[in-house]
């Protein structure tokens, strides 16, 4: 069994690498909320909503890309 910090380490690079896909994916998605108005109207709210969403989407993605290449890479694998 692995130790904690090979578990921690494993941890981190997903995250990492999720961050990165997230912010290369995101680059096209565009800044809706910076670009609505600063009252919460109606509008307003299902821009930010649909904003939510799709960035959420986004990270979920790079979450499970990031997963299978470090179950490929297995990088810490020196560590044991």
Not at 5 to 24: E, F, N, Q, S, V
Not at 45 to 52: M, W
């Amino acid at each position: 069994m692995a130790d904690v910090k090979t578990w921690l380490a494993y941890a981190a690079l997903l995250y990492l690498l999720a961050c990165l896909l997230y912010l290369l994916a995101s680059r096209c998605v565009g800044t809706p909320w910076s670009d609505a108005v600063r009252r919460m109207s109606a509008a307003t709210r299902a821009i930010r909503d649909d904003s939510v969403r799709t960035r959420g989407r986004i990270f979920g993605g790079s979450l499970a890309v990031a997963a299978l290449l470090v179950v490929a890479w297995r990088p810490f694998t020196f560590a044991r």
